[in-house]
Each structure stands twice: as structure tokens, then as C-alpha cells.
């Protein structure tokens, strides 16, 4: 089914993205396990792209810093004495020693630990030992730490080793419209966990590219193939969703929720989680029996109503689909992002130094406060943390889990990765709910060819 008639089935309160015309891709084998790939693909896109690294409320006050990688390099972000926040690549200028190893921490100054060589945070260069000793002169006044592109928005730290990019604002296109009503940045967070995967980073951001995979991958076990039986609490068909692409090259899924169709057996009767959301906003699952095609605009007036004086301010903002599907978002290159009315869950994959056929994998969740994790949130996301600010939990695949449904979806990965090799792999067949897939590789493309500006 094309794109335009499957939006015909949707709601007209959806707000408009741009649609692009999407050329079709083979997604060859060896883009995901090439050194030669990978090594473009650093050169033309990793380091010419905005990417999500750091949370603001992780640096509260002046001096303090959050360190990051993604691929060979080391970010670090710190504090200023204006409030504003500065990246630098984390790398002293004497001879290239990193001067931190910690994921974050506080400094009056960064002091180096090979030579002692102390950099503000500033960047500039307070000390170094011995200084008449320099034949080029006192490096301190003359040397300063490699300053990065660096903004934030919706409480996260994004930076840009591109010296040339464009602002944040313009590389998010509509995304930002979309989220700046959230106020996200007051969200606290309920889950870190990062994992190295053992596939190409672009296994995991093909997959959350797209939703065909989700009745199989997702399906309760022991249930058949089948339209509309998994726990999301969202109609996950494809008739029903709607896909945007904007032109940036962010991808946009919104699946409608608080509808009890995925929800509803035989007997007419909500489920959950759907019940459990419909209790939680005052609403009995009964009076819903064999019209569950009510609940989903039944919600949107209950939350409408009731949650401003649930501390929900933000709902009045909102439109009426906001308060009820799920939107997908995958931002070029490798962030993707369910926002839900009270959660904003994201998954990201950044390249490993070294390997192709390896990546760091980031499963995070953010949730209002006070309102918190509802159980509701709790059951989609398989969350067991009640506290709000978690610590970082770092892992080896398999050692712990990355919540149910990522663990689902990680359990295909390896074989898939795996399979690419094969030469007995000609590229890939894709279903047109598979759009945006061949998008994110016809961008990478773009971006080696340098189509893309
Ligand atoms: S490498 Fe940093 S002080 Fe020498
Ligand atoms: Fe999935």
C-alpha cells in the first residue's frame, strides 16, 4: 500500500511533516562490516552530523563535566562560570594524553595526567611545569583546548565536530516544534543502560527504522503471526500508522494509542495495559466493553481535563494525538525516540573505535517529575526502577538485561549481522513500511558523496 492511501486512515489532528520520495537502497552486506565503510562514514557523516551526548542536569554547576564517545573520540562537556556549556575534544594539547577517563565529575581545573599540564574549564591553559623552558614560548596565553559545536535543547547536550554545521534548531527541522512542548528538559531520567552490541551500529537503527518487525519480534510467545496482538497498547499495523520523513533526514512513526484494538480479545473486553491506563485517568475498562474503539478519544479528554491538576501542565500544549499515540522518532544518524505523553524513551548507537561489526548501544528513559514512571509506562517499557536519576549501568550483552522489549529486539541482531556476510546475501527486499530504512542509507550516501550539505 502506498503511503498516501495509508494516511487516508488516520486522524486529520496529526500535525504535517514533509514527505520525501525515497530511493530504493540494497543495504549491501558489506556496509555493515567494512573498515573502508566505516572509515567513510566517520570522515563524512559522524563527523559532520549533530549528536545527542550529554544531559544538562548532569553538569549542574560551574566546573562540572560529562565525558562521552562516540567512535575514536572522547567528548567532554563542561560547565561555565555564564551557565552556558562548552565541548572540547577530550585531549591535552602538550601530547595528546586524555585528560579525563571518568564518564563524569568536577574540576577547578582539568589537570593532565602525564606532564600536569592544568586547562581551565575554559579551555584556556593555566600551568604547565617548567615554562621558560619552551623554545616556541609559555604555552599558557597561547595554547587552548579544541572547542567543539555545542547547544543544547530539550535538556540534552548536542554537539557538532563539524566547525562549518548549521545550527541545532536548523538541523532538527520539525523535530523541534514537535518536542519543545514536552519540556522534556524537566524530565528526570529512569533508566541508563549501555551495552556494546555485536553488530554494525546501523543493525540497531535499521530496525528501529521500522515497525514490520514488531508483530513477530514483539509477539507474546507462543501467539501466532498476528495483526495487533502485542503488548504495546498501540495499533502497531501499518494501515493505521502514520511515516513521515522530514527533509533534514529525520524519520517520524506515529502509531495510535490509548486504542483498544491491540488490547481487546475475543469477548470484547479491554486488556492491559490498556485497562491500567484507562484506571489510571479515572476510567472504567467495563463501560468499554465491545467499543474499544472509544478509549483512545476517551483518554484524550480525560487527561485533557484531569492532568494539569496532576502536575501534567505541559497536556494543555499538546494536541489531542499527542495525549494518546506513540511517536516514534529517528534522528539522522543514530538516535530514535518514542515520545510518549508521559515518557520520552530513547535508544541510540554510536560507532565503536575500532570495529565495525560492534557498536555502543544507549537504552534511556526519561519521565515528568513529579508525575514519574506511570505502572502503565512501567509495563510498556518493562521498567522496574522506581527512583527518578538512576546511575549509569554499563554491560557486556547478556549480562543484564536492557528491558524486555530491547532485549527482544538485540536478540536478533547478532544473526542478522552475521548473515549480511554471507555471500549468498544479495541486499535487501524492502516492504514499503520499510521506507525509512532505505532513507537512512541513501542518506549516508548523500553525506560520503557530499549531495548532502
Ligand atoms: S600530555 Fe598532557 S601534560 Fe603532557
Ligand atoms: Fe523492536
Keep these: 500500500m502506498a503511503e498516501q492511501e495509508i494516511h487516508k486512515n488516520l486522524p486529520s489532528d496529526l500535525p504535517d511533516w514533509p514527505q520525501q520520495s525515497v530511493r530504493a537502497h540494497k543495504l549491501e552486506g558489506d556496509r555493515y562490516s567494512s573498515h573502508e565503510f566505516a572509515?567513510?562514514?566517520?570522515?563524512?557523516?559522524?563527523?559532520?552530523?549533530?549528536?545527542?551526548?550529554?544531559?544538562?542536569?548532569?553538569?549542574?554547576?560551574?566546573?562540572?563535566?560529562?565525558?562521552?564517545?562516540?567512535?575514536?573520540?572522547?567528548?567532554?562537556?563542561?560547565?561555565?562560570?555564564?551557565?552556558?556549556?562548552?565541548?572540547?575534544?577530550?585531549v591535552c594539547q602538550h601530547r595528546g594524553h586524555r585528560l579525563v577517563s571518568d564518564d563524569k565529575g568536577h574540576v577547578r581545573r582539568f589537570i593532565c595526567p602525564y606532564h600536569s599540564w592544568a586547562w581551565n574549564?575554559?579551555?584556556?591553559?593555566?600551568?604547565?611545569?617548567?615554562?621558560?623552558?619552551?623554545?616556541?614560548?609559555?604555552?599558557?596565553?597561547?595554547?587552548?583546548?579544541?572547542?567543539?559545536?555545542?547547544?543544547?535543547?530539550?535538556?540534552?547536550?548536542?554537539?557538532?565536530?563539524?566547525?562549518?554545521?548549521?545550527?541545532?534548531?536548523?538541523?532538527?527541522?520539525?523535530?523541534?516544534?514537535d518536542w519543545e512542548v514536552y519540556g522534556v528538559e524537566n524530565w528526570k531520567r529512569y533508566v541508563a543502560k549501555t551495552t556494546v552490541a555485536p553488530v554494525n551500529w546501523k543493525v540497531v537503527m535499521d530496525n528501529f527504522n521500522e515497525s514490520y518487525h514488531v508483530n513477530t519480534v514483539h509477539r507474546p510467545k507462543g501467539a501466532e503471526v498476528e495483526k495487533l496482538r502485542i503488548h504495546s497498547g498501540v495499533d502497531t499495523s501499518h494501515t493505521t500508522s502514520r511515516f513521515d520523513m522530514a527533509d533534514e533526514?529525520?524519520?517520524?512513526?506515529?502509531?495510535?494509542?490509548?486504542?483498544?484494538?491491540?488490547?481487546?480479545d475475543k469477548t470484547g473486553?479491554?486488556?492491559e495495559p490498556l485497562a491500567g491506563i484507562l484506571r489510571e485517568w479515572d476510567l472504567d475498562p467495563a463501560d468499554f466493553t465491545g467499543r474499544g474503539e472509544a478509549t483512545r478519544e476517551a483518554l484524550q479528554q480525560a487527561r485533557r481535563k484531569l492532568?494539569?491538576?496532576?502536575?501534567?501542565?505541559?497536556?494543555?500544549?499538546?494536541?489531542?494525538?499527542?495525549?494518546?499515540?506513540?511517536?516514534?522518532?529517528t534522528l539522522f544518524p543514530n538516535f530514535a525516540v518514542s515520545l510518549w505523553v508521559d515518557g520520552f524513551h530513547f535508544l541510540r548507537a554510536r560507532?565503536?573505535?575500532?570495529?565495525?561489526?560492534?557498536?555502543?548501544?544507549?537504552?534511556?528513559?526519561?519521565?515528568?517529575?513529579?508525575?514519574?514512571?506511570?505502572?502503565?509506562?512501567?509495563?510498556?517499557?518493562?521498567?522496574?526502577?522506581?527512583?527518578?536519576?538512576?546511575?549509569?549501568?554499563?554491560?557486556?550483552?547478556?549480562?543484564?538485561?536492557?528491558?524486555l522489549t530491547i532485549d527482544q529486539d538485540m536478540s536478533i541482531f547478532p544473526a542478522q549481522q552475521k548473515g549480511m556476510r554471507s555471500r549468498g546475501y544479495k541486499g535487501a527486499y524492502l516492504a514499503g513500511q520499510e521506507s525509512r530504512v532505505s532513507r537512512l542509507h541513501a542518506l549516508i550516501d548523500d553525506y560520503i558523496a557530499g549531495r548532502h550539505s
Aim: charged content about 25%.
Design 39 to 90: 572509515e567513510q562514514e566517520w570522515e563524512h557523516v559522524w563527523t559532520k552530523v549533530w549528536l545527542l551526548l550529554g544531559r544538562e542536569d548532569e553538569l549542574p554547576n560551574p566546573g562540572d563535566w560529562q565525558q562521552e564517545e562516540v567512535g575514536r573520540e572522547s567528548i567532554l562537556m563542561v560547565r561555565q562560570k555564564d551557565g552556558s556549556i562548552k565541548a572540547f575534544y577530550n
Design 121 to 177: 574549564p575554559d579551555g584556556t591553559l593555566d600551568f604547565v611545569q617548567d615554562p621558560d623552558d619552551f623554545p616556541d614560548g609559555n604555552p599558557c596565553g597561547k595554547l587552548l583546548l579544541e572547542e567543539i559545536a555545542c547547544e543544547t535543547f530539550a535538556g540534552f547536550i548536542w554537539i557538532n565536530m563539524d566547525s562549518d554545521c548549521v545550527s541545532l534548531r536548523e538541523y532538527l527541522g520539525p523535530v523541534w516544534g
Design 249 to 264: 533526514g529525520h524519520g517520524r512513526m506515529i502509531m495510535l494509542g490509548g486504542y483498544a484494538g491491540p488490547a481487546i
Design 269 to 271: 473486553v479491554v486488556g
Design 307 to 329: 492532568g494539569p491538576g496532576r502536575g501534567y501542565d505541559y497536556f494543555e500544549k499538546l494536541n489531542d494525538s499527542q495525549l494518546t499515540d506513540a511517536y516514534h522518532y
Design 351 to 403: 560507532p565503536h573505535p575500532t570495529d565495525p561489526e560492534k557498536c555502543l548501544f544507549d537504552n534511556w528513559w526519561y519521565a515528568p517529575d513529579p508525575g514519574g514512571v506511570t505502572d502503565a509506562a512501567r509495563t510498556t517499557a518493562g521498567l522496574v526502577e522506581r527512583d527518578a536519576v538512576v546511575e549509569h549501568e554499563i554491560f557486556e550483552p547478556g549480562e543484564a538485561s536492557m528491558g
